[in-house]
């Protein structure tokens, strides 16, 4: 989608300091970090939210999670916070599906 922040990062259009891609996923990190790690995993494909998935992602959803601990491992995090906020009263912004993965200090729970 032409309007869409993290299709033009995918696509290479916009500018991120990318740590990962391949032909279903691109990560990189996130711009307003949340700790010493936090890398967003996106899929190429434009899916806006978690609720939008339909049984064809299934496959895709099981690579984001793969390529989340490969970026989570490669930045040297053993232990990290994997998160998806979904809809805007679940803090969502950019409306194209995102994994957080967090790490490199104490994670409280429950998050705010
Ligand atoms: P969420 O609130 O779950 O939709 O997360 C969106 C994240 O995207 C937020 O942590 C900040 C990050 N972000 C927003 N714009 C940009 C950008 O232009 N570049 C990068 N690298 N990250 C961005």
Redesign the pocket.
């Known amino acids: 989608m032409a309007d869409c922040?993290f299709c033009r990062?995918a696509s290479g259009e916009a500018r991120?300091d990318r740590v990962y891609e391949d032909d279903f996923a691109v990560a990189?990190?996130?711009?307003?970090p949340a700790g010493p790690t936090h890398i967003?995993i996106v899929p190429r494909k434009h899916i806006a939210t978690l609720a939008d998935l339909t049984p064809e992602d299934d496959a895709l959803v099981g690579h984001l999670h793969r390529v989340a601990v490969t970026v989570a491992h490669a930045d040297g995090r053993r232990d990290f916070r994997l998160a998806v906020?979904c809809g805007a009263d679940a803090?969502?912004?950019?409306f194209h599906l995102?994994l957080?993965v967090i790490g490199g200090r104490p994670l409280a729970w429950p998050p705010g």
């Open positions: 922040l990062i991120a990189f990190r996130d711009i307003n967003l906020n803090g969502q912004s950019v995102h957080h």
